[in-house]
């Protein structure tokens, strides 16, 4: 079984090579591969049953419960594909599966077996980290609209908050607070779950309960989703140790069940309350005495510190202080809650205008999550910005901070008022709010700055746009070859004949022609390539925004690199940016470093770019026929060593079947 944590490229390849590996041996061998598309050529109860052993090769969490009592290999992708015939000797000697829990499951090979690099093991926390969050986002979407909803029809403003007059709208908002509290011990659970596998869910959801319920070591504030994120990894890791202790044969069996469980959830459970948790209560306390010291000085500057507070972990101790610290000056000084109430709403505003500035640096999710997102902005729930925070915490919470402090000074600046312990547009709706022009003024601003502060981070480094390859076949500017697109006299335009396209029985067929071909790259490194390949793509017609396929490129690119060993690599992107799928190729002389696993540097670069609303699975079918081809070195030298122009680079990729 192969798989990789994006299901493309990679999967397809180890899947390759190990089948070639198996036929140079001697041995018959069935290869599944779990990519994009789903599950493909999947192994049958009577073929596992049959099997000398399994090889598991994959960088993200597999269910391996139906190969109990089977001999299991469990490694990285990379090896699949670079050490395949070690792995079918080594197989035959593997431990044998014992069913979950057992330490051979998918949780060990987010580590990238055995001397995983430095890189890998970073990708492996971020993986993670992506697994508590897009289990979260359901409990974000489904618990933010239904208390939103029950505060637009069924909300009444009164100076203890707002209050429901219906039993009906009280028991929407029940429902929906019970979606917000299960939202950090989902986190929390499932980030241990893909390091420790089932073993450490329990401990996960656990510690992430305890994390978010101050009251457990006397804090007036939960630790948030920051907290949350500590106690998936804390649990994760310590089940992943705890499976390491050698334990008499006749415990193994309620090891994963019963004592890993038990240990671990009362380990961390005790942990946090009496070692983690007192310095969040300290911290609390404190933090709410120097904001009482503060509101003697300039409004501008309680604005400023109240909104960055508000901003910064979206429900955790920091912002609990901000808020509480306002609504109990309700009564006596309604503008500090009114400093509050403005910044409430601005992150999950701010993220939601940004997916919409910039819908390519956005995947599907997150784009309908930013929809959410705006929604519970607009009703004052802060909490719907999480679900960036926790993907990109280094990007989204500057970002916040930012546009949460300059909501708060210009709302301290006209001294609105809020007259309910509430914040964001409903509250003015509803007629709590002084100084209601201002107090949207302030949001907007607010909005705005953190919408553009998200979206610079997350471009940074991109530089500036690629100008587009004229489609015409002219000189280009600049050194280097001339365009790919350029057709001999007499020829007619590239792409129209049988010489400048690829034929329709092949799978590139109608998204490659000569004009998205390179002979010879100019750029001599990974970012200037790939600046380069979106300009060449722009030739075809299909690009409606350069510098928007370049940053989708990069942004994949930080998921993990697409240089596949073998002197390949593979960037592509899922964007906006481009209105029908295409494919472009280039070689490179000297060769460029792209991160490969194997060390070799990029000559053979092929760039696939999609919309992203692109329906079906086509571009996926690309990418894996693609891989497997590039897997035959006949293949590949042929691509290295063909002379003359872009046709003839052509005549050779319509063997991608």
């Known amino acids: 079984m192969t798989a990789c944590p994006t299901g493309i490229a990679h999967t397809y390849m180890a899947a390759e090579k190990l089948a070639q590996a198996a036929q140079v041996l001697g041995h018959a061998m069935k290869v599944e591969t779990q990519g994009s598309i789903g599950a493909e050529n999947v192994l049958s109860d009577r073929e596992i049953a049959e099997a000398d052993g399994i090889i598991v090769a994959a960088d993200k969490d597999v269910d391996l419960s139906r190969f109990a009592g089977k001999r299991v290999l469990s490694v990285g992708v990379a090896e699949g594909i670079h050490h395949p015939e070690r792995l079918i000797r080594d197989v035959l000697g593997a431990p044998v599966h014992r069913g979950p829990g057992d330490g051979g499951g998918g949780g060990a090979d987010l580590f990238g077996g055995a001397g995983g690099a430095g890189g890998k093991e970073r990708g492996s926390v971020y993986k993670a980290l992506m697994n508590g969050v897009s289990y979260m986002i359901p409990f974000v979407v489904v618990g933010g609209l239904l208390i939103a909803v029950s505060l637009a029809l069924g909300g009444r403003t009164t100076p203890q908050g707002i209050v429901f007059d219906s039993s009906f709208w009280q028991s929407v908002n029940d429902i929906g607070v019970i979606g917000f509290t299960l939202m950090i011990p989902v986190l929390s659970g499932y980030i241990a779950y893909a390091i420790g596998d089932r073993p450490a869910l329990v401990p996960g959801m656990v510690g992430g309960w305890v994390a978010s ?177 926790a993907a990109r915490p ?53 909005t705005v700055v953190t919408a553009l502060t998200t979206v610079t981070l997350m471009t940074v480094g991109t530089g500036p746009s690629v100008v587009p390859a004229p489609a015409t076949g002219a000189a280009a500017t600049g050194p280097g070859p001339a365009p790919a697109g350029s057709a001999p006299a007499g020829s007619g ?112 670069i092929f760039m696939i770019a999609v919309p992203a609303a692109a329906a079906g699975d086509e571009h996926l079918r690309i990418l894996a026929m693609l891989s497997r081809k590039l897997m035959d070195p006949g293949f590949r030298e042929r691509l290295l060593s063909a002379e003359g122009e872009a046709d003839a680079l052509v005549r050779i990729l319509q063997e991608v079947q």
């Open 493 to 604: 335009p590239a792409g129209s004949g049988p010489a400048g396209s690829v034929s329709a029985g092949s799978a590139l067929s109608g998204h490659l022609t000569a004009r998205t071909v390179r002979p010879r790259l100019a750029a001599r490194e990974k970012e200037a390539a790939i600046r380069e390949m979106a300009g060449l793509l722009a030739a075809g017609g299909a690009v409606t925004d350069v510098a928007g396929l370049v940053a989708a490129a990069l942004a994949r690119e930080e998921l993990g690199t697409t240089g596949l060993g073998e002197e390949i690599a593979i960037p592509h992107a899922k964007t906006d940016a481009v209105s029908a799928p295409v494919v472009g190729f280039a070689r490179s002389d000297e060769g460029i470093e792209w991160g490969a696993l194997d060390g070799t540097k990029a000559r053979l």
């Open 213 to 389: 319920h101050g009251e457990l070591y006397d804090s007036k504030a939960g630790a948030g989703f920051i907290g949350a994120i500590a106690t998936g990894f804390l649990a994760g890791y310590l089940v992943v140790w705890i499976k390491k202790v050698r334990v008499p044969d006749f415990v193994r069996p309620v090891m994963p069940v019963i004592v890993i469980p038990v240990v671990a959830t009362t380990s961390l459970g005790l942990f946090f309350v009496y070692v983690i948790g007192r310095p969040i209560a300290w911290v609390f306390e404190h933090l709410t005495s120097w904001l009482g010291g503060l509101t003697g000085t300039s409004a501008a500057l309680l604005g400023v510190v109240l909104g960055m507070m508000i901003a910064f972990d979206m429900g955790g101790p920091v912002n609990k202080t901000a808020f509480l610290f306002g609504a109990g000056l309700v009564s006596k000084n309604p503008e500090v809650m009114g400093i509050c109430a403005a910044a409430i709403p601005v992150p999950p505003l701010g993220q939601g205008l940004a997916t919409l500035l910039r819908r390519g640096l956005f995947s599907v999710q997150e784009r309908e999550t930013g929809l959410a997102a705006l929604f519970m902005g607009c009703f004052g729930i802060t909490e719907g910005a999480i679900p960036f925070a």
């Open 394 to 446: 280094a990007r989204v919470i500057p970002a916040n901070m930012a546009g949460g402090a300059v909501a708060g000074a210009v709302a301290g600046l006209a001294a609105v008022q809020d007259n309910v312990p509430h914040g964001g547009p409903v509250v003015a709706a509803l007629g709590a709010v002084g100084g209601v022009p201002m107090f949207f003024v302030a949001i907007a601003i607010g």
